[in-house]
């Protein structure tokens, strides 16, 4: 079983950042592609990114690209979402996601869930 953790979330102030990272207990994300979600309240669930398992693809949602970016920590076996330039709707409840080797377009498709972090970005 892939038990996915997120840590990292918080209060952070309009421009700030922040660095989420997803982690398996008991594991490695070595072999999962990883996408992370968000929802906010009142709005539907919508991803915001993914990377393959060989980190050969990547996909940005067009309202964080450039200030978001996904990366894989090989030493750690761990996947990583820096979040840069905050905005007041960037505040959202952040899930990573994990399914073997490839990424798809619905949360559906992906297998394990981790817990979710809070990001609140806010004065």
């Known amino acids: 079983q892939v038990q996915l953790v997120e840590s990292g979330g918080g209060l952070v102030q309009p421009g700030g950042s922040l660095r989420l990272s997803c982690a398996a207990s008991g594991g490695a994300l070595d072999n999962y592609a990883i996408g992370w979600f968000r929802q906010a309240p009142g709005k539907e669930r919508e991803r915001i990114s993914c990377i393959s398992s060989n980190g050969d693809f990547i996909y940005y949602r067009e309202s964080i690209k450039g200030r978001f970016t996904v990366s894989r920590d090989q030493r750690n076996h761990t996947v990583s979402l820096d979040m840069n330039s905050l905005k007041p709707e960037d505040t959202a409840v952040y899930s990573c996601?994990?399914?073997?080797?490839?990424?798809?377009?619905?949360?559906?498709?992906?297998?394990?869930w981790g817990q979710g972090t809070q990001v609140t970005v806010s004065s």
């Open positions: 996601t994990a399914r073997l080797s490839y990424c798809r377009r619905e949360w559906r498709d992906f297998d394990y």
